[in-house]
């Protein structure tokens, strides 16, 4: 006979392991910190597996009461869709979408997307959160934003997510105007750039992993890199005042290049395409205002790709 598990329960976990203390847990949910133990034996008991560790460092999760907690995240994720499907649908074009944005896509294709998103439907609030994937993909797996739009994989790698395409961008190396590289002759390749200085996004992301490939397949080591960071602004100002290189799309330097301040350096390989694209949770549903700034979205990325 299958087990019912109360949703109310699986909060109370999830706010414990959020905590790492009953008794923190217990304040903020208002009741008191044995009834909030006694709820969660019972949920034991009615699963007959241990969720949490109780010592000296508080409230540890064991395997199952983390699979759990990332289960009651969904759930929550998926009634606070629901709710607002429900206010979506009562009033027309209004509600709220909350994306997460990559930088590349921030400069651009996001802006020219929600002013349209403005123009046909003002009635709808957005919250943008901006962050690489390594931020980006955890927010939409734990339902903290509606969608993600950023760099996507050619093929599923997450069987929680799935993804939507949108259009392609080029990276390059990416110079300040009157580096000393951009006055070479000809093409440049992989043992030009060894010696350089890097500041780059760190090695999870697409990017990343895209430039080790240049040095490898030229049968060199990836350079040594002393700076790496999760923040776009800062790869492009260092850029703007030194020596140092990046690797960065193109669509990130977009009005940089138009007034002549970041430079792309011309490479013997071939230029590395990146899918852009949108991330959503495999079995979430999406609420109206969402799918609004979505449609728009593939709108303004098919126009890219003309």
């Known amino acids: 006979m299958a087990t019912t598990i109360d949703v109310g329960r699986l909060r109370q ?7 790492r203390s009953f008794s923190k847990a217990a304040e903020s949910l208002g009741i008191s910190q044995p009834a909030l133990s006694k709820s969660i034996r019972s949920l034991e ?4 597996v241990q969720l949490l560790e109780r010592g000296r460092f508080g409230a540890i999760p ?7 907690v990332r289960h009651a995240d969904a759930i929550d994720a998926e009634l606070r869709s629901a709710e607002q499907e429900v206010v979506g649908l009562r009033v027309a074009r209004t509600g709220h979408v909350c994306v997460g944005s990559g930088p590349s896509e921030a400069t651009r294709l996001l802006p020219i ?3 349209r998103l403005r123009e046909r439907a ?3 609030n957005v919250t943008v959160l901006y962050g690489l994937n390594e931020a980006l993909m955890p927010m939409v797996k734990h339902g903290e934003v509606d969608f993600a739009l950023s760099s996507i994989p050619p093929r599923p790698l997450d069987p929680d997510l799935r ?3 949108l259009h392609e961008d080029r990276a390059a190396v990416i110079a300040r105007s009157g580096h000393p590289l951009l006055g070479r002759r000809g093409s440049l390749t992989a043992e030009h750039l060894v010696d350089q200085r890097w500041i780059l996004a760190r090695t999870p992301e697409l990017e990343r992993r895209a430039l080790d490939d240049v040095f490898v397949e030229a049968g060199l080591e990836p350079p040594h890199v002393s700076l790496e960071t999760t923040s776009a602004v800062l790869m492009k100002t260092m850029v703007m005042q030194s020596d140092v290189l990046t690797f960065l799309p193109r669509e990130l330097i977009y009005w940089e290049e138009r007034a002549g301040l970041l430079s792309a350096l011309k490479l013997a390989a071939p230029s590395w395409h990146r899918i852009v694209g949108l991330t959503l949770r495999s079995r979430g549903g999406i609420n ?3 799918q609004a700034l979505m449609d728009i979205l593939r709108e303004v990325g098919g126009e890219f790709s003309r």
């Open 13 to 19: 976990l999830a706010l414990i392991v959020r905590e």
């Open 45 to 48: 008991r009615s699963l007959g």
């Open 62 to 68: 064991t395997t199952f009461g983390l699979a759990l």
């Open 113 to 115: 997307a929600l002013n």
């Open 122 to 124: 003002p009635g709808i």
């Open 163 to 165: 993804q939507v395409r």
């Open 288 to 290: 109206p205002a969402a």
